[in-house]
Every structure is written in C-alpha cells, then in structure tokens.
C-alpha cells in the first residue's frame, strides 16, 4: 500500500537551533515529491518539488533533499516566524491514474 | 496575481442538510482538485478534474458526495444530507498542468471549514 510518513509529529526548537524534518514513503511509480507549508486557518503553501534520488533544492532557510527512501527538510537557523506545519506529498502512480498522497505532518514550533 | 478563491470560508449547518462548497482556480489552470482535512489530520484526496472532466472520483467517501466544473474554471462540490462526520475543512487546489504531468504543483485555497451540528 503507497504510504507517506512524517517525523516528528511535532518539533519545538529555541531560535537559531538547526534541526530536519523526515519524509519516508513507500510508494509503486514515485513521479515528484512535495513540501508545503501550512499555517494555522490557511490552505498549504507550495515550497518544493523534487524528482529524483539526490536532488536539492534550497529557499531561504530551508533546503529539501530526496533520496529512493526519503525527504529531508532541513531548517537552518530558524527564526519564529518559520513556525507551521509542514506537509509532505509524493506524486504516485496507482493503477491507471496519478494521485498526490499527503503525510500527516510536523508542525514545527521556534521560539524566540 | 490572484489565487485560488473558496467561499463560504466558513458554513455551519445542521446534520440532513445539503450544502455546495465553492472554488475559485487560478486562472489558466486546467486542473482542479478538492481535499477533505479533518483536525490535525493530513490531505485525504476527494476528487480531481481536468478541464470539465473527472478522471479520478475515487476518493469521494460516499454517493452523499459529488463534485462538477463548468467551463473549465469554477467548481462546486455538493454534499447531501450533511453528518457530523462530514465537518472538516475542504480544501482546493489547482494546477496548471496534469496530475500526470512534471512541474504541476498544485496551488490551494484557503479553505471551507464545514461545521456539521
């Protein structure tokens, strides 16, 4: 069964303490994988697309990496206003069509 | 430029009753997508369309459910005889290319939050 896991569930960090989020999925077909980010009463905001092992992409201070297994979202040197829940998504065939399979997230908290 | 548009941002109705959600997409974008997040929940798929047609009804939870595009733009996603299982917030997004396409990130609204009492 396609699967898409995220961890932590939640992450508290004091500000300017580095730290990653994990994406793991297992999914038949993978064709792209997202990173969104999702602040309270707002739909998700896209950050990144991923295609293949060893990509990275960087915004700011976030950078995501794709391996055959995983994502990483690493935050360097966070600030509060990084605080959200971010989601991870991965564009995966099932049987005749495509379909964006979404993690549960981490909702990441920095403090000043 | 604008975003993808939903309304009502906020609906609460009583538990029998029918409602229509709507979607605005980004203009151009030829696919539509609408999403049911329940609290402190992930994105569960309802339905998907490209242009005024829906390739992928799958994720529509039960008949009560249905969902239609007109004119390659706006959509309505109706739910019938609403129950206290149905109150999530519904989500919206659109793309400018195919689900099966490269370079499709999807775009979202900023939600319905649907209150079933």
């Known amino acids: 069964e396609d699967q898409v896991t995220q961890s932590p569930e939640a992450l508290r960090l004091q500000e300017g303490e580095s730290s990653s989020l994990n994406c793991s999925y297992t999914?038949?077909?993978?064709?792209?994988l997202f990173w969104y980010r999702q602040d309270p009463g707002k739909g998700p905001e896209f950050l990144f697309t991923?295609?293949?092992a060893g990509e990275e992409k960087e915004k700011e201070r976030l950078k995501a990496t794709l391996t055959k297994k995983e994502s990483f979202l690493h935050i360097t040197a966070p600030k509060p206003e990084d605080s959200a829940t971010y989601l991870c998504?991965?564009?995966?065939?099932?049987?005749?069509?495509?379909?964006?399979?979404f993690g549960s997230g981490t909702r990441l908290l920095v403090r000043p | 430029g604008a975003g993808v548009s939903q309304s009502p941002s906020n609906k609460v109705t009583e538990k029998g009753k029918d409602v229509e959600l709507r979607c605005d997409p980004i203009?151009?974008?030829?696919?539509l997508y609408w999403y049911r997040q329940s609290l402190g929940q992930g994105l569960e798929f309802l339905i998907y369309?490209?242009?005024?047609?829906?390739?992928?009804k799958s994720g529509l939870p039960s008949d009560r459910f249905s969902a239609e595009r007109t004119g390659g733009s706006v959509s309505t996603l109706t739910i019938q005889r609403t129950q206290q299982e149905d109150s999530a917030v519904y989500l919206c997004?659109?793309?400018?290319?195919?689900?099966?396409?490269?370079?499709?990130?999807?775009?979202f609204g900023p939600g319905t939050r649907l209150t079933v009492l």
């Open positions: 997004a659109s793309s400018h290319r195919p689900l099966a396409g490269a370079n499709n990130e999807q775009f």
């Open positions: 999914v038949s077909g993978l064709r792209g």
């Open positions: 991923l295609y293949s």
């Open positions: 998504a991965v564009q995966a065939r099932v049987d005749s069509s495509y379909k964006l399979i």
């Open positions: 203009s151009g974008h030829t696919a």
């Open positions: 369309f490209q242009g005024n047609s829906a390739p992928d």
